[in-house]
């Protein structure tokens, strides 16, 4: 165990210690739920926010797409009832990841080209339907979905918990997450490979999406109101947080492989098929070389075991 991988959490257990010893109240189980209760919304959208990046993007617009959320939820909300509101968030937010992923897997824009124009619409039309101002006439018992508690935990933590479970899992034991990080690693490699890049992408976006659906829903239950800023500045702390856990992650695979180069770093010359490993000019290549017959027998070989 080295000190890149116990670092960071050491610091942040110094700093309670800290606190706790200034302020006996730090310590207090009523502020610990608060703690957790307020962290929720992060988590939830770091966790998409990291498969983003994993698989080779960002996402500017987080905070702007929340406001849109928000704010088209409680409209519906306020017209329709309670759940029907609920889905109306969820659904922008998985149209609008869907965009995104179009923009990004389809059109091959840059995500910060794509987001950004995203983060402009999104405010825009944001502030167009809510005229500026917070919508107010909510169901009361919204509330309880970011003031509520399951056996003493606040509900937005246990939430963020469940998502945060179902998206290790998601991306350490499922195909899914297998093409996620070769895409990001090496997107061309993982095209030869017969991986379908695009429509992973788009459903990376789209799950993205979702999550950032949940967390503006939550975050609107918490305000019990709607309005176009109220994400504003979560894609910094998103990005932030979903950064640490991509460089714990890397530090990680260094320290139980130290070996091997990192994934990102690889470089893999694909040949077409009978390639022996020399160029045009009979010069052997270096570093990996792969044929696309020996890439598809891999992806092939792959799949077979993963349907085992």
Not at 5 to 34: D, E, K, Q, Y
């Amino acid at each position: 165990m080295t000190w890149s991988r116990v670092g960071l959490p050491a610091v942040i257990v110094l700093m309670a210690l800290t606190f706790a010893v200034l302020n006996p109240n730090f310590s207090s189980a009523v502020n610990v739920r608060n703690v957790a209760r307020q962290s929720a919304i992060l988590s939830l959208t770091a966790c998409g926010q990291t498969i983003v990046i994993l698989s080779g993007g960002f996402d500017l617009s987080l905070g702007m797409v929340i406001g849109l959320i928000s704010v088209a939820g409680s409209l519906v909300m306020a017209q329709t009832g309670l759940w029907t509101g609920m889905l109306a968030g969820l659904a922008v937010g998985v149209a609008i990841g869907t965009i995104n992923g179009v923009m990004v897997a389809k059109m091959h824009l840059p995500p910060f080209i794509a987001t950004l124009a995203m983060l402009s619409a999104a405010r825009g039309l944001a502030l167009i339907l809510s005229g500026g101002l917070p919508i107010t006439d909510l169901p009361t018992d919204f509330r309880w979905l970011g003031a509520g508690q399951v056996l003493t935990l606040p509900l937005p933590a246990v939430i963020a918990a469940i998502v945060f479970v179902g998206c290790h899992l998601l991306m350490k034991k499922t195909r899914f997450g297998r093409y996620v990080y070769a895409i990001g690693g090496n997107e061309e490699a993982a095209t030869y490979a017969g991986v379908p890049v695009a429509r992973y992408k788009m459903s990376v976006w789209a799950l993205h999406g979702l999550l950032v659906g949940v967390a503006a829903v939550v975050l609107t239950s918490r305000a019990v109101s709607g309005h176009a800023t109220l994400g504003e500045g979560a894609e910094h702390r998103a990005r932030a947080r979903a950064r640490q856990h991509q460089q714990h992650a890397a530090r990680r695979a260094r320290d139980e492989h130290p070996h091997q180069r990192p994934q990102s770093h690889q470089r893999v010359d694909v040949l077409p098929d009978g390639g022996d490993g020399r160029d045009h000019r009979g010069r052997r290549l270096r570093g990996p070389v792969a044929s696309q017959s020996a890439l598809r027998h891999i992806v092939s070989a792959e799949t077979s075991r993963s349907r085992l």
